[in-house]
């Protein structure tokens, strides 16, 4: 099983960015899926996660409003979009996935234990 994480790049502050985390080997309906920011010398912070039913997810609160998660199963993806960028958000953003029931609108897992696989990350540098 593969996650491959694209879309990252340089934007300036306040801009737009969508990224995608698409996945081989398995299908993805069943799992549930989170994102995932880490930058150096700094803990890795859950971002947001989509439960299975494609309609329960939580955001961690520096980014409610500015970004949304969304998935489609037919093409195997979950995607992130990022809107009103602030250089606190650049970042290495990755995907991980799991069986365990890990979000829901008001929880969200950061247990290592609780996802199955883990992508590469995509970079999000937010700078003028």
Same mark, same amino acid.
């Given at each position: 099983v593969q996650l491959q994480a694209s879309g990252g790049g340089l934007v300036q502050p $306040?801009? /737009?960015l969508r990224l995608s985390c698409t996945a081989s080997g398995t299908t993805l309906e069943h799992y549930y899926?989170?994102?995932?920011?880490?930058t150096p010398g700094k803990e890795r912070e $859950?971002? /947001?996660?989509?439960h299975k039913n494609g309609v329960d997810a939580y955001y961690t609160p520096?980014?409610?409003g500015r970004f949304t998660?969304?998935?489609?199963?037919?093409?195997?993806?979950?995607?992130?979009?990022m809107n009103s960028l602030k250089p606190a958000d650049t970042a290495l953003y990755f995907c991980a996935v799991g069986l365990t029931?890990?979000?829901t609108r008001t929880y969200f897992s950061d247990d290592s234990d609780d996802y199955d696989y883990w992508g590469q990350g995509?970079?999000?540098t937010v700078s003028s």
């Open positions: $306040g801009g /737009s899926i989170g994102w995932f920011r880490q $859950g971002v /947001s996660c989509i520096s980014v409610k998660i969304s998935r489609d199963n037919a093409k195997n993806t979950v995607y992130l979009q029931p890990m979000c995509t970079l999000v």
